[in-house]
């Protein structure tokens, strides 16, 4: 029926879809007709941010032979775009570039996906974490915020972040474990909204990713507390205040035992040959030795960890285990799950 | 008197050569996308991105928001001449616009909608060039129950002026509503009214119910009335604008108002489609011809398309100084930004002035290369009705076909658009107004989020919505536009007394 329909009213897009199947895999793989490349969330967000500069390095180093089209399947969560991926078995054409969302989206919506549904390409970078307040707040430090939070009624202390159940939230109900204290926290749309009620003070207090909020930091709007990575950051230039990325201290040094970063990788489809999987996985070392791609690690503060094979794999498992473990106790699982 | 030398530092930065050459092929590249329904800005501006990447930044992002104006032109085209609004925001357009081109009178339509376009866009880019720090900041008061009480007022002065009966107009909205609320409810994370279909994941994209309500429903019509077109008879003359404009300045004041509505909205940043909802509704309250709108009025294709452009460009002002985009589009070009090393942001226009005011410039320039070349094409385009129906029908169901497609690339949608269809159909053989159906659809979800962000923050007291004196003023005035008619009616009433007595 889906054939029938596409094939009556849109001849171009049905031979796409119908050519799609059982491309015989030859030695050393190459696309033979345009990528795409998945991005299971909106226009202007994080991942699209990184998808649309990788399309960029790959048309200006002429890195592929065929174009490669970023397409935002955002629906449900991105759920739209994994369910999209999943059924494009034997598809070499096309890839995904995923977020947190890839468990926690089947997790609280109990949509039919799991990531072993698709092929692990390369982890490409890891994103991180900070504790944002705001700049004319007093708290100067992590201990100063928590005592804060302590002494207000519960609930009253507002956390802004991105999505609902997803990893901002997560963070939130991590930190409220840790505090032993209760946050109100509300969800936006985009990150960028997020910095943005923090700066008016609508909330009082974020989560957000460094390239979601550096540039209010820089404003000298907000104030970082802490990161909640293992180590800190590794980018010293001065930021804003003196600081950079690297002085800002992680949460674990601060007393707040919270690990998390977010996964910044590519899938491809069911049934990837390993012809065509080594193939990207050439492709995006290309791309991670391109200076733009420098440039946007550097803006984003971003972990540069690159994986790929079965060290990703496993990587990606302990990651599943982690998110369920920390959504059941959250209560953010979907019935039935 | 700084900002005006940096002005015309960027007018040297936009009128070299090949800025001016990238400005052309912008508005063109723009006028097409704009045209094609669900191809809409945003998307246009995404394809195009790539493109832009090997020339330096300050052309780059000129082409791109020439590629901006270009769709925002364009949006009003298909609008006026088939009813098929290609962009949220010309959804208003079509009100008054269609009924002309019906009449006849396609040329004056699009020339009235096009040059106040460049009038509200002028007005806008005039506001940012001389308050841009000042406005950036009021942008900052606005959390989720500014926004609420924004869209509360979008509805309201909407609601209010509704001609069919109260019952209908209602149960339309409602249906809007519910429709509205089809899949990922945000606050939740929970997956709403898709009875386990991973087709409606999506939800209903408003552009898919636009373009069949509105487009296939019109053609369902015209078919049943025997396959003509009623705007034949369009004469094809370049006078015919310059005739119109001798007769649009005594629209000054719907067109001030509409230009300070869409502003606001702009900045706030609510973005264009209330700001066109608005304005048309205020429009229609206030003007003299009140009566008249909705069967042709010229004064109703001038509300909504000033105010949607003075939004359109105001957005771009919290998107450069805030780093929050105004719309969809906007949030495109920002990645854009992030990708050329320019961090948007306070400090963009200390650190990057030249950048900053060479597309201050650009979006003087740009408007005005827009407006001469959309209003060169007037006839060209009006011509398009003589086209008979029958040929002229399949290929309006092919285009709105692409455009829904073009959406999500999704097959499903092209399906969902012929159903829609037939609802819209429906809807209006019973007299069902599709406007308010629209609204709720637009809005519907955007003013959930933020009357259930509102109460989060508020822990469930209402409140919060008379917090403070911004929003409460913004509440009143839509409980205002509410009750008009009944505070009218009531006012009439008294004064009759007093004279009787």
Redesign the interface.
């Known amino acids: 029926m ?1 054939h029938l ?2 094939c009556l ?2 001849a171009a ?1 049905a031979s796409i879809l119908c050519l799609g199947a059982s491309l015989p895999a030859s030695a050393a793989w190459e696309p033979t007709r345009p990528v795409e490349l998945i991005v299971p969330a ?3 967000g994080g991942a ?2 990184m998808a ?2 990788i ?2 390095i790959i ?2 180093h002429s890195l592929m032979k065929q174009p490669l089209v ?8 991105g ?2 775009g994994f ?1 999209d991926v999943k059924s494009a078995n034997n598809n070499p054409h096309k890839i995904i570039i995923t977020l947190s969302n890839l468990f926690t989206t089947p997790l ?5 996906f799991n990531w072993k549904d698709l092929t692990p390409v390369a982890m490409l970078a890891l994103d991180e974490f900070v504790l944002w307040v705001n700049a004319d707040k007093p708290y100067k430090t992590v201990k100063e915020y928590i005592d804060a939070v302590k002494a207000a009624p519960a ?2 202390i ?1 956390m802004g972040g991105t ?4 990893e901002d ?1 997560i963070i939130t109900v991590a930190l409220e474990k840790a505090i032993g204290s209760k946050f ?7 990150g ?2 997020v ?3 923090l ?2 003070q ?2 009082d207090s974020t989560v957000n990713n460094p ?1 979601e909020a ?3 930091w ?4 907000v104030r970082p507390l802490c990161v909640f990575d293992s180590k800190p950051m590794a980018y010293d230039e001065q930021v804003a205040d003196g600081k950079g990325w690297k002085d800002i201290p992680t949460c674990k040094s601060q007393g707040l035992d919270i690990e998390y970063v977010m996964l910044r990788g590519i899938f491809m489809g069911p049934k990837a040959t390993k012809d065509q999987i080594d193939y990207y996985v050439e492709l995006f070392k290309k791309v991670r030795a391109t200076p ?1 791609w420098q ?2 690690m550097k ?1 984003g503060a971003f972990n540069t960890t690159f994986m790929t094979g079965s060290e990703y794999a496993g990587w990606v498992g302990t990651e599943e285990k982690r998110h369920e473990t920390l959504m059941k106790e959250a209560g ?1 699982l ?1 019935q039935g799950n | 008197m700084e900002e005006i030398a940096n002005l015309f530092q960027g007018f040297a930065v936009a009128l070299q050569p090949f800025n001016i050459a990238v400005m052309v092929l912008g508005i063109v590249l723009g006028v097409i996308i704009g045209v094609l329904p669900g191809l809409g800005g945003a998307n246009g501006v995404a394809i195009l991105l790539p493109l832009t990447f090997s020339m330096p930044p300050t052309s780059a992002i000129i082409m791109l928001s020439c590629i901006y104006w270009g769709a925002l032109f364009g949006g009003a085209i298909t609008s006026i001449l088939f009813n098929i609004p290609g962009e949220p925001w010309s959804v208003a357009t079509t009100f008054d616009g269609y009924p002309m081109a019906q009449q006849g009178k396609a040329a004056e339509a699009l020339t009235a909608a096009f040059t106040s376009s460049f009038v509200g866009a002028l007005f806008a880019v005039v506001m940012i060039t001389l308050v841009a720090p000042l406005v950036a900041g009021f942008a900052l008061r606005f959390g989720p129950a500014e926004k609420f009480a924004v869209y509360f007022l979008a509805f309201c002065s909407f609601v209010g002026l509704s001609k069919e009966p109260p019952f209908k107009t209602i149960a339309a909205m409602m249906i809007g509503f519910a429709l509205a609320a089809v899949g990922l409810d945000s606050i939740t994370g929970q997956l709403r009214l898709t009875f386990g279909s991973t087709e409606l994941l999506n939800g209903f994209d408003f552009l898919i119910a636009v373009i069949g309500l509105f487009g296939l429903g019109e053609i369902f019509l015209t078919m049943e009335e025997g396959l003509r077109f009623q705007g034949g008879k369009a004469k094809i003359d370049l006078r015919v604008v310059l005739r119109t404009w001798m007769s649009l300045p005594q629209y000054w004041m719907t067109s001030l108002r509409s230009c300070v509505i869409g502003c606001w909205m702009g900045v706030t940043p609510a973005g264009a489609t209330p700001a066109s909802f608005m304005s048309y509704g205020i429009a229609k309250r206030v003007s003299k011809n009140g009566n008249n709108f909705g069967k042709g009025e010229i004064e109703g294709v001038i509300a909504p398309e000033t105010a949607a452009h003075a939004a359109g460009t105001a957005a771009l002002l919290p998107m450069l100084s805030l780093g929050v985009p105004g719309s969809p589009t906007a949030a495109v070009l920002l990645g854009g930004l992030l990708i050329w090393g320019l961090q948007p942001g306070p400090m963009l226009f200390v650190e990057q002035k030249e950048f900053v005011w060479g597309l201050i410039a650009s979006m003087y320039l740009g408007n005005l290369v827009g407006l001469i070349i959309v209003l060169t094409c007037v006839p060209v385009f009006a011509a398009i009705l003589r086209v008979p129906f029958s040929i002229i029908a399949p290929l309006i169901l092919v285009l709105c076909a692409i455009g829904a497609y073009s959406v999500h690339n999704s097959t499903f949608d092209v399906v969902m658009m012929l159903v829609f269809g037939i609802i819209g159909y429906a809807l209006k053989k019973c007299n069902y107004p599709l406007a308010p159906l629209v609204l709720a659809i637009v809005l519907g979800d955007k003013a959930e989020e933020a009357f259930r962000q509102s109460l989060l923050g508020s822990q469930g007291s209402l409140g919060i919505f008379f917090s403070n004196t911004l929003v409460s003023s913004i509440m009143i005035l839509g409980l205002i536009a509410l009750f008009w008619s009944v505070i009218q009616n009531g006012f009439t009433r008294l004064r009759t007394r007093t004279a009787a007595a």
């Open positions: 889906k329909g596409s009213t849109l897009a909106g226009t202007g699209d941010q649309r500069t399309q960029g048309t200006k970023v397409i935002n399947k955002s629906g449900g969560a759920g739209e369910l609280a919506t109990g949509i039919p609930g009253t507002k999505g609902s159940k997803q939230q109100t926290y509300i969800p936006y749309k985009g960028g909204e910095a943005v009620q700066v008016g609508h909330v390239i550096v540039a209010q820089r404003g000298g709007k733009e440039d946007l803006s953010f979907a």
